[in-house]
């Protein structure tokens, strides 16, 4: 079916250009400390920069898309994101790589919120989350596809290679997008206001759901070495293999039962194992307690996205789409400066913050889901014909 040939080039798109993206990341620290001569702080704002341009930049991305077609805005993304990538290698210093993260920035909101405005246009009402959520895991793919396959190559290779693979990935991804055929603009209005009501309490529950996350890669190694645990980094893996195998194999759940029950359980589950490796005696207690948190944590996201797609008119739907995803980052680098104060206080406050956090995302969110069920049924035949934003 069409729909399927076009599902497979938008992943497949997304995946290689976050391959780009993700395989300069093991680069910049050593970039910055050793050749450019900065600091720990020069880190930080290499990486800061770019999260903080994708906040701003998405909503405007979603519009876009509505507007001229996704396929144009992707492409767009592309291109930019392969210039990026060939910049890494000019001297400009500490300053300069920063304005290349600026615009690294911009590339990935257009690539991936141009690309989830098209996903959710093709995608059948009864199986949006189901496909929301494999879009979802082409980019956690490409991120951490990226790092590995730089930490494989760095020690053999010279570093202009790492920037020439970051240059032609998104370029690959372009010629898999043009052999698509073109997603065309919305038409008619589209609405140029950039936060519409229906993304705030979605977008409350998955900032605070982030706060699990912060927590667990940014703390789990240290907060089970205070507990004399080795090789903590490992619950890292443990968290993702249940990310994988739960989006894989249940990633109609939402779908088929509605996103209300999915949302409150999924926050459960993370709260349940957050509150698991908060306790955690040993290495396989907190392997139990990152599974289970892996595998509730990954619904969330698609569960989430179906009740702003379904609530959000088709004029905001891009905007909409791109703010949701917004919170996602507000919530993560929120979380991660509020997590790390409290690190001071001891690492296990980190993990029990955590777990209130994933709690009131649980409760937020089965509070944003109320009713949506009922609007699912009574706006089925009008949703149908609205599946085409842009």
Same mark, same amino acid.
């Given at each position: 079916?069409?729909?399927?040939?076009?599902? /497979?080039? $938008?992943?497949?798109?997304?995946?290689?250009?976050? @391959?780009?993206?993700?395989?300069?990341?093991?680069?910049?620290?050593?970039?910055?400390?050793?050749?450019?001569?900065?600091?720990?702080?020069?880190?930080?704002?290499?990486?800061?920069?770019?999260?903080?341009?994708?906040?701003?930049?998405?909503?405007?991305?979603?519009?876009?898309?509505?507007?001229?077609?996704?396929?144009? !805005?992707?492409?767009?993304?592309?291109?930019?994101?392969?210039?990026?990538? *060939?910049?890494? #290698?000019?001297?400009?210093?500490?300053?300069?790589?920063?304005?290349?993260?600026?615009?690294?920035?911009?590339?990935?909101?257009?690539?991936?919120?141009?690309?989830?405005?098209?996903?959710?246009?093709?995608?059948?009402?009864?199986?949006?989350?189901?496909?929301?959520?494999?879009?979802?895991?082409?980019?956690?793919?490409?991120?951490?596809?990226?790092?590995?396959?730089?930490?494989?190559?760095?020690?053999?290779?010279?570093?202009?290679?790492?920037?020439?693979?970051? /240059?032609?990935?998104?370029?690959?991804?372009?010629?898999?997008? =043009?052999? =698509?055929?073109?997603?065309?603009?919305?038409?008619?209005?589209?609405?140029?206001?950039?936060?519409?009501?229906?993304?705030? $309490?979605?977008?409350?529950?998955?900032?605070?759901? #982030?706060?699990?996350?912060?927590?667990?890669?940014?703390?789990?190694?240290?907060?089970?070495? #205070?507990?004399?645990?080795?090789?903590?980094? /490992?619950?890292?893996?443990?968290?993702?293999?249940?990310?994988?195998?739960?989006?894989?194999?249940?990633?109609?759940?939402?779908?088929?039962?509605?996103?209300?029950?999915? !949302?409150?359980?999924?926050?459960?589950?993370?709260? !349940?194992?957050?509150?698991?490796?908060?306790?955690?005696?040993?290495?396989?207690?907190?392997?139990?307690?990152?599974? @289970?948190?892996?595998?509730?944590?990954?619904?969330?996201?698609?569960?989430?996205? $179906?009740?702003? @797609?379904?609530?959000?008119?088709?004029?905001?739907?891009?905007? /909409? &789409?791109?703010?949701?995803?917004?919170?996602?980052?507000?919530?993560?680098?929120?979380?991660?400066? &509020?997590?790390?104060?409290?690190?001071? *206080?001891?690492?296990?406050?980190?993990?029990? &913050? *955590?777990?209130?956090?994933?709690?009131?995302?649980?409760?937020?969110? %089965?509070?944003?889901?109320?009713?949506?069920?009922?609007?699912?049924?009574?706006? %089925?035949?009008?949703?149908?014909?609205?599946?085409?934003?842009?």
């Amino acid at each position: 079916m069409r729909w399927g040939r076009v599902l /497979a080039g $938008l992943l497949t798109t997304v995946l290689v250009t976050f @391959i780009g993206f993700g395989v300069v990341v093991p680069i910049i620290p050593v970039l910055v400390v050793d050749d450019m001569g900065g600091s720990a702080l020069g880190v930080g704002l290499a990486f800061a920069a770019s999260g903080v341009a994708t906040l701003l930049v998405r909503p405007y991305a979603g519009q876009l898309a509505q507007r001229y077609g996704s396929r144009t !805005v992707m492409a767009g993304g592309c291109v930019l994101a392969a210039l990026v990538g *060939a910049a890494y #290698a000019l001297p400009a210093g500490v300053p300069g790589l920063v304005a290349v993260r600026l615009v690294m920035g911009v590339a990935e909101a257009l690539v991936f919120t141009a690309g989830s405005v098209w996903i959710v246009a093709i995608a059948p009402e009864e199986r949006r989350a189901e496909i929301v959520g494999y879009y979802g895991l082409a980019m956690w793919s490409g991120w951490t596809l990226g790092p590995l396959l730089a930490l494989a190559l760095m020690s053999n290779v010279d570093i202009k290679v790492i920037w020439m693979i970051a /240059a032609l990935a998104p370029l690959a991804g372009l010629a898999v997008l =043009l052999a =698509l055929p073109p997603q065309p603009a919305a038409g008619g209005t589209v609405s140029r206001r950039l936060l519409p009501p229906t993304v705030l $309490l979605p977008g409350a529950a998955l900032a605070l759901a #982030a706060g699990g996350y912060a927590a667990l890669t940014g703390f789990v190694a240290l907060h089970l070495a #205070a507990r004399d645990v080795a090789n903590g980094a /490992a619950m890292l893996s443990f968290f993702a293999a249940a990310y994988v195998l739960v989006r894989v194999v249940a990633g109609r759940v939402p779908d088929r039962v509605g996103p209300r029950r999915v !949302v409150a359980l999924c926050g459960l589950a993370e709260a !349940v194992g957050l509150t698991i490796i908060t306790l955690a005696p040993g290495w396989w207690q907190a392997a139990v307690g990152a599974v @289970i948190m892996g595998g509730g944590f990954t619904l969330l996201y698609p569960a989430l996205a $179906l009740v702003v @797609i379904r609530r959000s008119s088709p004029a905001e739907r891009g905007a /909409a &789409l791109g703010a949701y995803t917004s919170f996602w980052d507000l919530g993560l680098g929120a979380s991660s400066l &509020l997590l790390g104060a409290v690190a001071l *206080a001891g690492y296990a406050w980190v993990f029990a &913050l *955590a777990t209130v956090l994933a709690l009131a995302a649980s409760a937020i969110g %089965h509070l944003a889901t109320v009713d949506v069920s009922a609007e699912r049924d009574s706006d %089925h035949g009008r949703s149908v014909s609205h599946r085409s934003p842009g």
